[in-house]
């Protein structure tokens, strides 16, 4: 039993650079409806009779404490389905199948991981079954890691309903950082990079797109983030700009990085998809319509972002309200309030009139 500082580069969060090596553990896969989008109590883990909180409990790791264990919280079986005589890494996180989550709390982990491989050839990653999935919403997180990693990857999965005795050592990452804190983000977005690079842009033929959400509509989500009149401003920029009407969803990892990486103009509303931003190239100049409950926390992080990669972002500011359907459970329903005046500011924008 150990906790291993580590030194990361370019994030001020030194409390909580660090992992623990605990051997022997009893891993469970809990059997849990992941429908809200959240993985909070789908692994538990125990060790010497206690119950395991580093690497597991997400306010844990924000403290940063070095703590392992909850306090009178105590498992004493020993009953198991598997025996895994091997070492893993895991990789885990209540948020990690949000998919801008995803890069930063979860991925950001593999930061670890690259470390100990150095030393370890042979550790395996290990991560529940939800986030190794071929189809679905969660599909993106085996895409990116198979990206990222190539061949030279190899995987436990953990199947749901089921209990492990890991004999050898599991290595617990803690976050060093969750987004969307203010900073400490650098090394991730150093990571992404090097998949972005992997992939060439494609040739377009229309000089810009439009990222609809029409997707999460047809094909569901976790919460409903609809943009009510949004049928109305696709029509509009298909008819004036001549746009691309893109769906995020019907595309894999790479026919993602493509399109953000080959279009000169992409409009978005606020959403997680915005994190895209930082697959683009220099010469691209995003134009995010600002959903009012997100853009005072979400403007600052795209401001960021493209920072990082040298790109342009443009943030359109009180451009719609909430409206007055049932916001609960996550919901964030809204509307534009004038799509004409949001049309002429895209077409000055697409012109370049606006750097005038």
Same mark, same amino acid.
């Given at each position: 039993?150990?906790?291993?500082? /580590?030194?990361?580069?370019?994030?001020?969060?030194?409390?909580?650079?660090?992992?623990?090596?605990?051997?022997? /553990?009893?891993?469970?896969?809990?059997?849990?409806?992941?429908?809200?989008?959240?993985?909070?109590?789908?692994?538990?883990?125990?060790?010497?009779?206690?119950?395991?909180?580093?690497?597991?409990?997400?306010?844990?790791?924000?403290?940063?404490?070095?703590?392992?264990?909850?306090?009178?919280?105590?498992?004493?079986?020993?009953?198991?389905?598997? /025996?895994?005589?091997?070492?893993?890494?895991?990789?885990?996180?209540?948020?990690?199948?949000?998919?801008?989550?995803?890069?930063?709390?979860?991925?950001?982990?593999?930061?670890?991981?690259?470390?100990?491989?150095?030393?370890?050839?042979? +550790? &395996?990653?290990?991560?529940?079954?939800?986030?190794?999935?071929?189809?679905?919403?969660?599909?993106?997180? &085996?895409?990116?890691?198979?990206?990222?990693?190539?061949?030279? +990857?190899?995987?436990?999965?953990?199947?749901?309903?089921?209990?492990?005795?890991?004999?050898?050592?599991?290595? +617990?990452?803690?976050?060093?950082?969750?987004?969307?804190?203010?900073?400490?983000?650098?090394?991730?977005?150093?990571?992404?990079?090097?998949?972005?690079?992997?992939?060439?842009?494609?040739? /377009?033929?229309?000089?810009?797109?439009?990222?609809?959400?029409?997707?999460?509509?047809?094909?569901?989500?976790?919460?409903?983030?609809?943009?009510?009149?949004?049928?109305? +401003?696709?029509? &509009?920029?298909?008819?004036?700009?001549?746009?691309?009407?893109?769906?995020?969803?019907?595309?894999?990892?790479?026919?993602?990085?493509?399109?953000?990486?080959?279009?000169?103009?992409?409009?978005?509303?606020?959403?997680?998809?915005?994190?895209?931003?930082?697959?683009?190239?220099?010469?691209?100049?995003?134009?995010?319509?600002?959903?009012?409950?997100?853009?005072?926390?979400?403007?600052?992080?795209?401001?960021?972002?493209?920072?990082?990669?040298?790109?342009?972002?443009?943030?359109?500011?009180?451009?719609?309200?909430?409206?007055?359907?049932?916001?609960?459970?996550?919901?964030?329903?809204?509307?534009?309030?004038?799509?004409?005046?949001?049309?002429?500011?895209? &077409?000055?924008?697409?012109?370049?009139?606006?750097?005038?």
């Amino acid at each position: 039993m150990s906790v291993t500082y /580590v030194n990361i580069p370019n994030n001020p969060h030194k409390h909580r650079q660090f992992y623990t090596t605990l051997n022997n /553990v009893y891993l469970t896969h809990h059997n849990k409806d992941i429908s809200d989008g959240s993985a909070m109590n789908l692994i538990s883990i125990t060790h010497n009779g206690k119950l395991v909180k580093a690497g597991i409990d997400k306010d844990v790791q924000k403290l940063g404490s070095g703590e392992i264990y909850y306090e009178n919280k105590f498992n004493n079986s020993t009953n198991y389905d598997e /025996v895994i005589n091997e070492d893993i890494f895991l990789l885990y996180d209540d948020a990690g199948l949000n998919y801008a989550h995803f890069f930063f709390d979860l991925f950001g982990k593999c930061y670890y991981f690259d470390l100990l491989r150095k030393e370890k050839n042979n +550790l &395996k990653l290990g991560l529940p079954e939800e986030f190794w999935v071929d189809e679905g919403k969660n599909n993106f997180i &085996k895409q990116w890691l198979k990206l990222y990693y190539g061949d030279d +990857l190899d995987v436990f999965v953990f199947k749901s309903n089921t209990s492990y005795n890991i004999t050898k050592n599991i290595y +617990l990452p803690n976050c060093f950082y969750w987004f969307p804190e203010g900073y400490g983000h650098e090394p991730i977005l150093d990571m992404i990079k090097k998949v972005v690079d992997k992939v060439t842009p494609i040739q /377009v033929s229309k000089n810009g797109c439009y990222i609809s959400r029409q997707d999460t509509i047809k094909y569901g989500w976790y919460h409903k983030r609809d943009l009510t009149n949004e049928l109305e +401003l696709i029509d &509009k920029i298909k008819s004036e700009l001549d746009y691309d009407i893109i769906e995020l969803m019907d595309y894999d990892i790479v026919g993602k990085i493509q399109i953000f990486k080959s279009y000169n103009n992409i409009i978005q509303q606020s959403s997680a998809s915005n994190i895209s931003i930082v697959f683009s190239n220099i010469n691209t100049i995003h134009t995010i319509l600002a959903n009012p409950r997100m853009a005072p926390w979400m403007n600052f992080k795209l401001t960021q972002f493209s920072d990082y990669v040298k790109t342009n972002v443009i943030c359109l500011n009180d451009v719609g309200q909430e409206t007055q359907q049932d916001q609960s459970d996550g919901n964030n329903i809204w509307e534009l309030t004038n799509i004409d005046g949001i049309m002429d500011i895209l &077409k000055q924008i697409d012109s370049k009139e606006i750097w005038n």
